[in-house]
């Protein structure tokens, strides 16, 4: 189960590593911001 649970992190840190999954996450934080009504603030 360890195992396991150490491929699955290892598959997010490598799609989290690639421009458009950040650009992705930066988009999704940016408009949970703008819903939350802090303007002004890019990530």
């Known amino acids: 189960m360890i ?6 992190g290892g598959v997010l840190v490598a799609l989290l ?8 996450l930066k988009a999704i934080i940016n408009y949970g911001l703008k819903i939350a ?7």
């Not at 009504?37 to 990530?43: N, P």
């Open 17 to 24: 590593r690639s421009p458009a999954m950040q650009n992705a």
């Open 3 to 8: 195992v396991g649970a150490c491929a699955i």
């Open 37 to 43: 009504g802090v303007e002004g603030v890019h990530i």
